[in-house]
């Protein structure tokens, strides 16, 4: 068990579509981050949230967007989408530095994204 | 920037082979280090981090790392692979408010 949930599993979409991943954070964490892991790649970070907002943002354009609920689940949304968009987008976690500096971050076990 | 540079994508051992994973990074900051393994259609699980003091950190499953600084690395060891540590590796420096990883590194341990 991961502890972070991330839905769905899998999706396959259709260019010019959009798409929303949602995630819901690890108990007792409120710093959701989204990555994107493209084939035979390292995970690229997207953007983070915290208190609602987003803190940082990657090199990423903004058909990616994001919001964060008071519950600290998180959703990604990707506006028309490309065939380059078709990825594994990975959830993460933790706690916030003020609570525990040290924390890594945890993963959900991602939302396999197929753009046809 | 930050970066990280993993220098082997595949690596292929036997079982009972020591096995090293180089990684060095870019970061002018203090640096967080992390070790991340993705078994086979599961998520990433952390194997270890290093944020300060010894530079020999030991993680779970046998793995251990070395930071250093002189050299920007922080390579992965385990003394003996087993058929199990089939994954896929990624070195990791956190950055601001992110991680930024490396490319990763496929290992098949043959039985």
């Known amino acids: 068990d991961a502890g972070v949930t991330q839905s769905p599993t899998h999706l396959i979409k259709t260019r010019g579509q959009q798409v929303t991943l949602r995630c819901s954070p690890k108990s007792g964490h409120d710093t959701v981050s989204w990555y994107q892991q493209a084939l035979g790649q390292g995970p690229q970070f997207i953007f983070q949230y915290y208190e609602e907002e987003e803190r940082q943002r990657g090199n990423f354009p903004d058909r990616f967007s994001g919001h964060q609920f008071p519950n600290y689940s998180s959703e990604l949304n990707v506006n028309a989408l490309l065939l380059g968009d078709s990825a594994l987008y990975l959830c993460?976690?933790?706690?916030?530095?003020?609570?525990?500096?040290?924390?890594?971050?945890?993963f959900g076990s991602g939302t396999r994204l197929t753009v046809v | 920037a930050q970066s990280v540079s993993q220098h082997n994508h595949h690596v292929i051992l036997s079982e009972a082979a020591s096995l090293e994973l180089g990684c060095n990074y870019s970061?002018?900051?203090?640096?967080?280090l992390f070790w991340y393994v993705q078994y086979p259609g599961q998520h990433l699980q952390l194997l270890l981090k290093?944020?300060?003091?010894?530079?020999l950190v030991k993680g779970i499953k046998g793995f251990e790392a070395e930071f250093i600084k002189s050299k920007f690395s922080f390579n992965l060891r385990k003394p003996s692979v087993q058929w199990c540590d089939t994954a896929e590796y990624f070195c990791a420096v956190n950055g601001f408010q992110k991680l930024v990883f490396g490319t990763g590194t496929r290992l098949l341990v043959s039985p």
């Open positions: 993460a976690s933790r706690p916030t530095p003020a609570v525990n500096y040290r924390s890594g971050y945890t």
């Open positions: 970061y002018g900051g203090t640096v967080n």
């Open positions: 290093y944020f300060s003091g010894d530079p």
